[in-house]
Structures are given as structure tokens and as C-alpha cells.
T-cell receptor, first 116, second 111 residues
Framework: GAVVSQHPSRVICKSGTSVKIECRSLDFQATTMFWYRQFPKQSLMLMATSNEGSKATYEQGVEKDKFLINHASLTLSTLTVTSAHPEDSSFYIC????????????FGPGTRLTVT | QKEVEQDPGPLSVPEGAIVSLNCTYS??????FMWYRQYSRKGPELLMY????GNKEDGRFTAQVDKSSKYISLFIRDSQPSDSATYLCAMNSGGYQKVTFGIGTKLQVIP
């Protein structure tokens, strides 16, 4: 149980275009999902907390107009990187809070974004 | 000072060895502790989680928490080449507060 999927696993896009990444909880309902970014040899950096039916809460320094998050259902959250630039190239990982009500999170497989 | 300190390694051990992975933390409010395993280019996989001080065992894995010393450990017995991955510690103060992750320790188990 507690399986989280992400799509696409890899995406290459041109500078200036927008990219949408989907995060789905497959076997449970997730009222809260999280979006992280991970650079090589660095820890996971929380970008935002996504709550179903309400606006996402962004971490300090994360541009909400650039990283649009929508959590329209209990099993789907999306992250759209708008007007992508090469510096946005990174590994983006979503997670969902455990269905048991604990603080642990279950992660998706990640999306490798490369902006050329 | 980072809230969570973790040696990035790499740590190389022979197959069958007992592996000890550790994290220290500075925030005394942390009371919920997790260990994740992350293979290259994949998302982290939850291995263990615990609220309390002491030991928690699951198969070849044992998580140990010492709140008085602000020190947590993950032990892997009879290590296998398939255990080669990066191991991340994570923790928060409970109550759905933000989870803070360590940088991860890269482990290589040599056949």
C-alpha cells in the first residue's frame, strides 16, 4: 500500500515553455501532498505543500507564479513549471502523507526535468 | 549549523558486514524520526519510522533513537549489494510539521 506515482519520469523542454508534472496516490487518498526539488549531492528541498481543495503553501524563496501547484482531487496533485529556464533543470519529487495519519511520507519515483 | 547533520560518505563495506548509518540533530523538538533509502535517479523509499527513543527492528534493519544525545542510527545486518543506495534520515516535531531531511549517506556494498 501507499504507492505514489509520478508522470512523466523524464522530460526535456525548451527554454520558455511550460511543463506539467503529475503526482498520483494510487491506493489511498492523499489530502496533503508535497513537492520537493533535489540537486546532486544535496538534500531534498521542500518547495510547497499541496492541500486538496485549497491553495498550496510555498516555502520561502519559491516563486508561486513560476511553480504552479494544483491539488484538484484526493489522488492527484500537479506541478507546472512555467516559462522554464535551464536553472530549473532538476529532479522533482512529490510525496504524500501516510494514509495512516502518521508524519511519514511516501514518495513518487521523481521526474527529471532538463531545460535546454 | 544545520538542523540535521549526516555524513555524505561514500561508505564502502564488504558484503555481509553490519552497516551503521547515523544522523545528529540540533532541534530538541524533533520527536518523529524516519529513514529512507534512495536508489540513483529514483524517489526515496520509506524504510523505518519511529516516535520513541530506543530500538525498532524490521528484518535486517534496526533504527535506534537517542533523544538525550540527539543522535539516531540505522543498522543494516548482513548487508547485500542490493543495499547499495543513499540513505536519508528525516525528522520532525510531529503534528504534521515540516520534515527536515539529512543530506544522505551513500552506501556501497561490495560483493
Amino acid at each position: 500500500g501507499a504507492v505514489v506515482s509520478q508522470h512523466p519520469s523524464r522530460v526535456i523542454c525548451k527554454s520558455g515553455t511550460s511543463v506539467k508534472i503529475e503526482c498520483r496516490s494510487l491506493d489511498f487518498q492523499a489530502t496533503t501532498m508535497f513537492w520537493y526539488r533535489q540537486f546532486p549531492k544535496q538534500s531534498l528541498m521542500l518547495m510547497a505543500t499541496s492541500n486538496e481543495g485549497s491553495k498550496a503553501t510555498y516555502e520561502q524563496g519559491v516563486e508561486k507564479d513560476k511553480f504552479l501547484i494544483n491539488h484538484a482531487s484526493l489522488t492527484l496533485s500537479t506541478l507546472t513549471v512555467t516559462s522554464a529556464h535551464p536553472e530549473d533543470s532538476s529532479f522533482y519529487i512529490c510525496s504524500a502523507r501516510a494514509p495512516t495519519g502518521g508524519d511519514e511520507q511516501y514518495f513518487g519515483p521523481g521526474t527529471r526535468l532538463t531545460v535546454t | 549549523q544545520k538542523e540535521v547533520e549526516q555524513d555524505p560518505g561514500p561508505l564502502s563495506v564488504p558484503e555481509g558486514a553490519i552497516v551503521s548509518l547515523n544522523c545528529t540533530y540540533s532541534n530538541s523538538a524533533f520527536q518523529y524520526f524516519m529513514w529512507y533509502r534512495q536508489y540513483s535517479r529514483k524517489g526515496p523509499e520509506l524504510l523505518m519510522y519511529t516516535y520513541s527513543s530506543g530500538n525498532k527492528e524490521d528484518g535486517r534493519f534496526t533504527a535506534q533513537v537517542d533523544k538525550s544525545s540527539k543522535y539516531i542510527s540505522l543498522f543494516i545486518r548482513d548487508s547485500q549489494p542490493s543495499d547499495s543506495a543513499t540513505y536519508l534520515c528525516a525528522m520532525n516535531s510531529g503534528g504534521y510539521q515540516k520534515v527536515t531531511f539529512g543530506i544522505g549517506t551513500k552506501l556501497q556494498v561490495i560483493p
